[in-house]
């Protein structure tokens, strides 16, 4: 039987490239689908044509635009899909989309779960972004509203897309943009071809204009003409990444999470309380998300929540990813997990830093299977904020346990995607609300990974894909 | 002086053919370097200093393997004198240079191999694509390359001139290697900027580029809107896919491409014609019996591999101005079987050695 083949959408026209990428299941080496993979040239020369994927949105009003949307929510995650010349059923794209990314079925079934909310809660997740923004005005550039004349202008006709392979979760913030009548340009990552693929399938069956879309899978290269060509781009990376594009108001690079959880001075005595609080937003959904939280922060106690969370996680080893209770993701690249313990040795020869969770473990952090690798949880006590693995962020269940005086813990931690603060200090509390490295501020036992969709994320997308200006009409 | 037989000689049907006459060249250009009446004083030196009697050891290709594979560190250390055959003596030469980034690049000197080569290329274009007496545009490295006085000397040949705007490609390595990818993008720009300028305000028919430089300029102007009918493209990799984005999109499907494999120490290979079987894979021809093109295996270069095995290229170059046995290319390339056109071996799907193991920089050379 021939493999399914992805073919490159451009504006929702198939083309298939004389490139072919097959990509395999991550454990047994089984051909799992071949795609077209783009040269960068066809993303230059399609943007000629970006306008028109505004023009067919914007013919649509945005409520009708929310509601094809929440169609396309319920085709996504009941229908069997075109998948090429094939069609694909969920359970199918479940099976395939774990055996590419080595993320347990039952967090990828989450995650489809999570994208199916986002777009059948669209109305209010804009409204709440927008903050009420009558949407006609999103439509016509214009229009007034208590009174008072506000314009939106569109930075862009289309927001592009370079997306990662390890992280199915991320593609939720894509989906509100068309319901703001804006195009996509989207460019899968190299092992994780079938999100953008079958969302894209039930967007056209849902009414959505094919030419609002295009998809182009492909090498680095097809990612940076994204950038390159698309005025407002999405990206995921690395810090570094973080660092070349920091300033560029074309770019919103997401990157490195390092999101922590600090339990005020007033509240570490009954740390035991917070204890679930803690696991679940260390290892929830393969601990791999920038929103898992990398960093325990208290003036005391340190070491007795490290032993506690090293005890509960400890023990945690892999699963098949078919089992319903499988804790980890597979990392498909073994050299990666190799490279990434590596690291984590050698930070531990410094003196203060504990790998609490060895004893517990009952073997070693890295697991090699055949052609893939595993990473179980560590959790790691450092006596001050200066050790280096105070603050680093890897992608698998890893947190640092840091004793910290509270005093100085704002300043310490960095910069900070998700910081739970537990603490009914209300100098404190006060200090929080102003730290600036903060983005997302949970105030109170809230898991780190827990998102309210209703809140901006690493920047509001509104303002990112919409300039407010002035107009004024004689 | 004795004219440069092979490139009177007719054209062989046949790979048996071909194979004679290569012999039978190779023989002839074997005994000139090897002659001390006309002979190279590199290669005279070479031939006492080893021992080696290559008018009597060479009398077919396979007898190439009494050389060891061409050390090009010579192009730059050896003076330039040393490279004049006896025949050539007191004829000034030109002076060619090889890409090169820093240090001292390799030269290599010359008289009329390029126009020869160049004419025999000629032969190859049509009118109706590249047409007579209509100017030429070349948008490419010029500076010390053979290319830029080769090209104009197509334009003269084919009854017309040329136009020129520069691109040192030892910059744009430069630029790109210090990750000052503005820098580069800026300098692109502004070298194709010159060329719609140029195509703008004259009427120009043929172009030269570079790939990368083409799908640039397209992305300014029309180019067959533009008046060009033929575009002559060499210079970097050029995989199935994006060849086929470049005669759909780039030229629109109206002007012709003619893709070509060559360097100041060859000359030029043309490529055959692509059909729809060849799904826009293209496969080189060296122009022998002047210079032949193997591929072989990387790790026993005296051996070549089998049709449609990757492997790596090795260049000889056979003329009467220069003689260069063996010298492995920095490009690997599948073997291809001879074709109606050019009963020889061709490389096909040419890229730099190494490709598919590790990224490397092209720039837009």
Redesign the interface.
């Known amino acids: 039987m021939s493999l399914p083949h992805f073919p490159i959408l451009r504006w929702g026209e198939p083309y298939e490239?004389?490139?072919v990428e097959t990509v395999v299941h991550f454990a047994t080496g089984e051909e799992l689908c071949q795609v077209s993979?783009a040269?960068p040239?066809?993303i230059?020369?399609d943007m000629r044509q970006a306008h028109r994927a505004r023009q067919a949105l914007r013919a649509i009003p945005c409520d009708e635009l929310c509601r094809r949307l929440g169609t396309a929510a319920g085709l996504f995650i009941k229908s069997t899909l075109p998948l090429g010349s094939a069609r694909q059923s969920p359970e199918d794209f479940v099976r395939c989309q774990s055996a590419t990314t080595g993320l347990p079925e039952h967090m990828c079934r989450f995650n489809m779960e999570k994208l199916h909310y986002v777009l059948t809660n669209l109305d209010a997740i804009l409204g709440s972004l927008t903050r009420g923004l009558d949407r006609g005005i999103l439509t016509r550039g214009y229009g007034e509203e208590r009174g008072v004349m506000r314009s939106m202008q569109a930075n862009s006709p289309v927001l592009g897309m370079v997306l990662p392979s390890n992280s199915p979760g991320t593609h939720g913030l894509w989906l509100p943009v068309p319901a703001l009548q804006i195009g996509l340009v989207l460019k899968p990552g190299p092992l994780e071809p079938w999100t953008p693929f079958r969302m894209a399938q039930a967007f056209f069956e849902a009414g959505l204009p094919r030419e609002s879309i295009g998809l182009y899978p492909g090498g680095a290269e097809v990612g940076m003409a994204v950038v390159n060509h698309v005025p407002r781009t999405m990206i995921f990376g690395s810090k570094t990444t973080v660092e070349q594009y920091r300033g560029n108001p074309a770019v919103q690079v997401h990157g490195p999470g390092f999101s922590k959880i600090i339990l005020g001075d007033d509240c570490v005595d009954e740390w035991e309380k917070y204890l679930d609080l803690m696991v679940d937003s260390i290892a929830l959904n393969g601990g791999r998300g920038c929103i898992n939280c990398s960093g325990i922060w208290v003036s005391r106690h340190s070491r007795e929540i490290a032993e506690a969370l090293a005890q509960r996680l400890g023990p945690v080893a892999p699963l098949p990813p078919d089992d319903p209770k499988a804790p980890l993701a597979a990392f498909t690249i073994a050299a990666q997990a190799e490279g990434i313990n590596g690291m984590i040795e050698n930070a531990l020869a410094e003196s203060g830093v504990e790998d609490v969770t060895a004893k517990y473990r009952g073997g070693e952090r890295l697991v090699r299977e055949q052609r893939c690798a595993y990473l179980r949880p560590t959790i790691v006590h450092c006596d001050s904020p200066k050790r280096s693995l105070a603050n680093t962020e890897f992608m698998f269940p890893f947190a640092a346990v840091v004793e910290c005086p509270q005093s100085d813990v704002l300043k310490a931690i960095g910069d900070t995607l998700v910081c739970t603060v537990i603490s009914n200090d209300e100098a404190f509390r006060c200090a929080v609300v102003d730290a600036t490295n903060i983005d997302r501020l949970n105030l109170g036992a809230v898991p780190t990974t827990r998102l309210n969709w209703l809140q901006p994320h690493e920047g509001n997308i509104i303002s990112f894909l919409y300039r407010e200006r002035a107009l004024q009409s004689g | 002086m004795t004219a440069d037989v092979s490139a009177t000689t007719a054209a062989p049907r046949t790979t048996e053919d071909a194979r004679r006459a290569l012999d039978a060249h190779l023989r002839e250009i074997v005994r000139w370097h090897f002659s001390p009446e006309t002979g190279t004083p590199f290669w005279l030196d070479w031939a006492k200093r080893t021992g080696i009697d290559p008018i009597a050891r060479v009398k077919i290709v396979d007898d190439l393997l009494v050389f060891p594979n061409f050390a090009d560190e010579s192009l730059r250390s050896e003076p330039l004198e040393r490279w004049v055959p006896a025949a050539y003596k007191g004829r000034p030469f030109t002076i060619f240079e090889t890409g090169g980034t820093t240090g001292m690049p390799k030269q290599r000197i010359g008289w009329e191999d390029y126009k020869t080569d160049y004419e025999q290329f000629s032969a190859t274009l049509r009118d109706a694509d590249f047409p007579r007496n209509g100017y030429w545009l070349m948008m490419g490295p010029t500076g010390p390359r053979r290319l830029r006085l080769a090209i104009e000397h197509l334009a003269n040949y084919r009854g017309c001139s040329c136009f020129f705007v520069d691109l040192d490609p030892r910059w744009v390595k430069k630029l790109i290697s210090s990750k000052q990818f503005d820098q580069a993008k800026a300098y692109m720009e502004h070298v194709v900027d010159q060329a719609v300028t140029i195509l703008t305000h004259r009427r120009v028919n043929a172009l030269f580029t570079t790939p990368k430089l083409l799908?640039a300029l397209a992305?300014k102007i029309s180019i067959p809107d533009a008046g060009i009918r033929g575009v002559f493209c060499g210079g970097t990799t050029m995989?199935?896919?994006?060849t086929?984005?470049l005669v759909e999109?780039?030229l629109e499907g109206r002007t012709k491409f003619v893709p070509t494999y060559g360097n100041t120490l060859m000359g030029l290979a043309c490529h055959k014609p692509l059909t729809p079987e060849d799904?826009?894979s293209i496969t080189y021809y060296a122009p022998q019996p002047r210079a032949m093109l193997r591929v072989v295996d990387p790790d026993h270069p005296e051996h070549v591999v089998e049709y449609g095995q990757w492997g790596r290229v090795e260049l000889t170059t056979l003329t009467k101005e220069f003689f260069m046995p063996r010298f492995l290319e920095r490009d690997e390339a599948i073997r291809r079987r001879p074709c109606d056109l050019y009963p020889w071996d061709g490389v096909g799907e040419v890229r730099p050695f190494g490709a598919s193991k590790t990224t490397i920089v092209e720039g837009v050379y």
Do not use: K, T
């Open positions: 490239s004389l490139d993979q040269n040239g066809l230059a020369r | 799908e992305e995989e199935p896919q994006y086929r984005f999109e780039v799904r826009y």
